[in-house]
């Protein structure tokens, strides 16, 4: 086996303790880190990022900006220094684009390109090229883009040279990134740009255009951007992740003893669901709400979370958007609290790294649980876990999940195939050994 292979089949054996503790400083948040990165890119002057997350998948939005031409320098691996190019001043790229495992940077980078006067193709990694382009190419067709998938899926094929039009869009699931797409192709548009959400997604775009001097318009379930904008360089200082965070927030919870403390976290309230959710289920955690980020326009806190005895509940539905990327930590909890768990209207975690819902059932079955899988979500009769094998299907956090389910199982938990986990939380294993999970990587 190559190197490549190994590293492809690196796992994790994580076994049961009863205490975990110590502060926590976890990496940046990925969904502020791309966008710090594209529109850094696209401005006029030179853009400082602070606390950017080094992950492979910003990596990949790095080395695609790299390739059309844009000048950034990491120094550190948090800090970048981006040399805008300008709304015009972006490149042809002379291959395809690979963004890798993230669908962020690819839904993104489809409205970006879908407004540039060349040609591009953006493609990615075996997990990426099963995920739904649709949801993006087609409100950019209609905006006046060429853009092909195939049959629905990456790669995407951008023709370019088209002038487009704003639109106004209401779209059938609450997405961010098609969100986003849109706002960033609005950018090049004639006429305002507005997208109506059925649920609130993150808002990190809109609140970063503003930081750039392109402030976008907020009515009632709707955000619009006018044409004509154009964007500035800025300082941008990249809270923690709080899906990363969230990890923790599970390990705190669940184990017997002990107390964490999570520093400079984002808590905008746009990403806050899972922190509810985990509230209503009992748990012991205080938010210490920090003055809101001076720099970035996102609210930084610290969390502390302790012991709690967890009980089943039904999940609000409202919620589930707010907690979309934490959903597997839901999984989790449920199976480890006292009592039933109905999750519904999660159909969207069909369409992530992994299908989350299958993979999360499979997964908790293979370790004695109660679960039933629905169309849109599980109903989990929470109890105990034992111990056993599980396949992460590649998804970093379906792999973290299961890591930190290992601290309450009643045997040693294997997780297979967790190399992606370095996608969103590069040094997730050493924390995890840190704060007193008994965690090893192995090869293979
Ligand atoms: C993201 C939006 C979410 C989330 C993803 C990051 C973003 O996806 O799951 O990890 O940065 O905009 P959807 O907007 O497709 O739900």
């Known amino acids: 086996m190559n190197e490549k292979q190994l590293i492809a089949q690196r796992s994790f054996l994580t076994r049961p303790v009863e205490q975990v503790s110590g502060q926590v400083r976890v990496p940046g948040d990925k969904s502020i880190s791309h966008r710090a990165l594209m529109l850094g890119a696209l401005a006029e002057g030179m853009t400082q990022i602070q606390g950017f997350l080094p992950g492979e ?72 090229l099963q995920r739904p382009m649709e949801r993006v190419a087609m409100p950019l067709r209609e905006m006046g883009a060429a853009i092909e998938t195939n049959a629905g899926r990456p790669p995407l094929i951008i023709t370019g040279g088209r002038s487009l039009c704003g639109i106004e869009y209401a779209m059938p699931v609450a997405s961010a990134q098609v969100k986003s797409a849109l706002l960033l192709a609005g950018l090049y548009a004639t006429g305002p740009t507005t997208v109506i959400e059925p649920a609130v997604t993150r808002d ?27 964007l500035t360089a800025t300082r941008i200082e990249v809270p923690g992740d709080l899906s990363s965070a969230a990890f923790f927030l599970l390990a705190g919870s669940i184990a017997k003893r002990g107390e964490l403390v999570l520093e400079h976290v984002g808590l905008n309230s746009s990403r806050t669901g899972f922190l509810k959710i985990i509230n209503k289920m009992g748990a012991n955690i205080k938010v210490i709400d920090n003055a809101p980020g001076k720099v970035t326009g996102e609210r930084i806190g610290t969390i502390i979370v302790g012991p709690a005895r967890l009980r089943g509940i039904d999940v609000p539905m409202e919620l589930v958007p707010l907690a979309i990327d934490e959903m597997p930590l839901v999984f989790i909890a449920a199976a480890l609290a006292e009592g039933q768990t109905v999750i519904s209207g999660a159909a969207e975690l069909r369409h992530k790294e992994s299908d989350r819902i299958r993979v999360m059932a499979a997964g908790l079955r293979a370790l004695g649980v109660d679960i039933e899988e629905r169309p849109d979500g599980a109903v989990i009769n929470g109890g105990s876990l034992s111990g056993g094998e599980i396949d992460s299907a590649g998804d970093h956090r379906v792999a973290m999940a299961f890591a930190v389910a290992g601290i309450s199982a009643q045997d040693p938990i294997r997780i297979i195939d967790t190399a992606n986990v370095a996608t969103s939380f590069p040094g997730f294993a050493d924390s995890a050994v840190r704060i007193g999970m008994n965690l090893e990587v192995t090869d293979g």
């Open 57 to 128: 998948d910003c990596l990949a939005t790095m080395a695609a900006l790299r390739n059309m031409g844009v000048n950034l320098e990491q120094s550190g691996t948090t800090s970048v220094q981006i040399e805008g190019a300008g709304l015009h001043g972006l490149q042809a790229p002379v291959a395809p684009l690979d963004m890798g495992n993230s669908g962020t940077a690819m839904r993104l980078f489809a409205g970006l390109l879908s407004a540039q006067a060349f040609a591009s193709v953006i493609t990615g990694d075996e997990s990426l």
């Open 204 to 230: 990190h775009t809109e609140r970063m255009l503003a930081q750039f001097g392109c402030p976008t318009q907020r009515a009632d379930g709707s955000v619009s951007l006018m044409p004509g904008g154009h």
